[in-house]
């Protein structure tokens, strides 16, 4: 295989995480009686430009198909994120009824509305159909395509020259990154800014979040190497700021290469992080492997202990993460009876691969388990904060990554 960026041949490994069913796949009851089709989990590492990436055996149809089940709009801390992203932009690009935000992957719309509430003209770029639906239903208008050069270059042929292009945890989910951005710069209104969020690799190898690898996120992203690619593009990294969402992610702000505005002083600073934590080298990728089998033992420690007690665990969020660690861990119901999840769309269905079934979190009421295991770690306060119920029978919660914590 050969880099999606830069065709360097690939010769390093950053993990192998064996084989899973796509982390979205979710069951239906009819489905327990067919196979699953299971692809191989790996993730190399460009040496050139540095570029981490799974290897190539899916296609993002196989992905990304008409009954998706993320909802952006689950998460009340991912839609506060999202409206003081929105009063952010607004201000700081003096948007109005005149201007034009496109956002790509705009889900079920959780961050558009924002926008038109505002009466600030936007459009949604959105290949699943259960989350356009939503995002429609909002009055958001919704293109049913995937982005890339060719349908950025419609839009600029249609009128439609956006002042703001928005992709929120988007960019790592593309399997041609390169037509993408190529994409992003046909799109773009000169004078016009892009911002991309994604998880920052820095915090991904720091904390070992190995279990926000999944097929559906083709890339693994630091800035030097997005900066490589939008220069690459004809683009430039103008700005950049640190989040917490997700286990530390970046937001970067793009510009066209001959924009006249000065590049911020952020840019210069993360790099520089970047570069002292060696990311441009082999050495700190060569322990990641260790450390991610160490969490996995740890975690099937934890569950055949509380078997062997006689005690009852139930897990909470029936994440793509979650789906990782399980798949990876070989856990099955006997382990890990019930997950429970807020989303409705997602209940009554099972896990892909582990086959665990889903129900609404008024089953944790009913079985009372001893233990609560929070699968989406990034929003644990949220759920703990959701369900502090479970402490009235002695329940409590734990997370498996980056270490196990009982709390």
């Not at 439609?160 to 929120?168: E, K």
């Not at 002292?276 to 033992?297: E, H, N």
């Not at 665990?356 to 009913?366: G, T, Y």
Request: hydrophobic share 40%; charged share 20%; glycine share 6%.
């Amino acid at each position: 295989m050969k880099c999606r960026h830069c065709a360097t041949p690939l010769l390093q490994s950053l993990v192998d995480l064996g084989a899973a069913p796509p982390s979205n796949a979710y069951l239906t009851a009819a489905e327990l009686t067919q196979p699953e089709t299971y692809y191989p989990l790996k993730v190399r590492l460009c040496q050139n430009c540095w570029l981490a990436q799974t290897e190539d055996y899916t296609l993002a149809d196989a992905l990304f198909t008409k009954d998706y089940a993320y909802f952006s709009s689950t998460s009340a801390s991912w839609l506060a994120h999202a409206a003081r992203y929105s009063e952010m932009a607004i201000k700081r690009f003096s948007l109005n009824e005149r201007s034009l935000v496109i956002e790509l992957a705009s889900n079920d719309g959780y961050l558009l509305k924002n926008f038109v509430a505002a009466n600030i003209p936007c459009l949604g770029v959105e290949p699943t159909a259960s989350t356009a639906d939503a995002a429609q239903a909002l009055g958001i208008p919704v293109l049913r395509e995937f982005f890339g050069e060719e349908l950025g270059k419609w839009l600029w042929n249609k009128g439609q020259q956006a002042d703001l292009i928005i992709g929120n945890n988007v960019y790592a989910h593309v399997p041609d990154i390169n037509n993408f951005t190529l994409g992003l710069k046909a799109a773009l209104k000169p004078g016009g800014t892009i911002t991309l969020e994604f998880p920052h690799l820095l915090r991904l190898l720091a904390h070992t979040q190995f279990d926000t690898i999944y097929h559906e996120h083709y890339s693994y992203l630091s800035l030097y190497t997005v900066a490589r690619i939008f220069a690459a593009c004809g683009l430039r990294v103008t700005d950049v700021e640190e989040l917490p969402t997700h286990g530390g992610s970046l937001r970067v702000y793009g510009c066209h290469g001959d924009d006249a505005r000065a590049d911020s002083a952020n840019v210069t600073d993360i790099l520089q992080i970047e570069k002292q934590a060696g990311m441009q080298s082999p050495d700190p990728y060569l322990t990641f492997q260790t450390r991610v089998d160490q969490i996995k033992d740890n975690f099937v420690e934890f569950l055949l202990q509380q078997r062997r007690l006689g005690k009852k665990v139930a897990a909470y969020g029936a994440a793509a993460k979650g789906n990782t660690l399980l798949n990876y861990a070989g856990i099955k119901p006997d382990l890990l009876p019930l997950v429970c999840d807020a989303a409705a769309y997602k209940q009554g269905k099972f896990l892909p691969g582990s086959r665990i079934p889903i129900f609404s979190p008024a089953k944790l009421n009913e079985v009372q388990p001893d233990y609560v295991v929070v699968f989406p770690w990034n929003i644990v306060e949220e759920i703990i904060g959701q369900n502090e119920h479970v402490r009235r029978w002695g329940g409590k919660f734990v997370t498996a990554v980056p270490t196990l914590e009982i709390r």
